[in-house]
């Protein structure tokens, strides 16, 4: 095998990202896909295929694939990666009682969305926002959204220290099929801007992003 599943793994999360970025992505999507012959290049499209047909489940969709197969065949639970089991995060949305048009809900430990995909149960017209220090989670949990037609936003980066990588958007269009956009940390509405004094910043807990989202 010329890559490993790791890297075929995360390949795959990338091109899925930028393909569905609308064009805005085209130059990283060549920049990955070209490590790869034509064969198995048609084995990421049929495996992107698979996965809208999987995660369908009985028809309502919002189930979790990718944080499925990524524990049993990527990650083996390396780094304590255990995502919470479906049924838990279904009754912890439910303890946490209705949730209503336009509500922003936030996951700061996010995995592979599962948690937001539970809350979308509940009501899919929320707006969904998750973070995770894990790059490949965090495009898990961006697919998992743009599959479902669901809005917000996914940042890679530290909940805890407030160090970000990258984030992304899921924007509705015109014609209502989502888009994906690439923002920075300014854009960003997980990334806690601490205020700052003319002699030094003040010291806020980046806990302060649970609380008061």
Known sequence: MRHGPHRIFSDFLTL??????????????????????????????????????????????????????????????????????????????????????????????????????????????????????????AKMTVINLYLNCLYGEVAWMDSLSNKFYGAWEILPTIKGIPRIQQISKHQSCIYLRLPETKKKIIPVPSQQVLFEF
């Open 16 to 137: 899925v990202v930028c393909a569905f970025s609308l064009g805005k992505e085209e130059e990283k999507y060549l920049s990955v896909i070209q490590k790869y012959n034509k064969q198995e290049a048609n084995l990421f499209a049929e495996a992107l295929a698979k996965l809208v047909i999987e995660m369908t489940g009985d028809g309502a969709g919002l189930v979790d694939v990718l944080g499925s197969f990524f524990q049993e065949y990527i990650s083996f639970g390396r780094n304590g990666q255990f995502f919470s089991p479906q049924h838990i995060c279904d009754m912890m949305t439910c303890m946490a009682g209705p949730v209503k048009q336009g509500n922003r809900i936030l996951d700061p430990a996010c995995g592979s969305g599962r948690m937001l995909l539970a809350a979308a149960k509940n009501n899919r017209n929320a707006l969904f926002y998750g973070a995770d220090i894990d790059e490949n989670c």
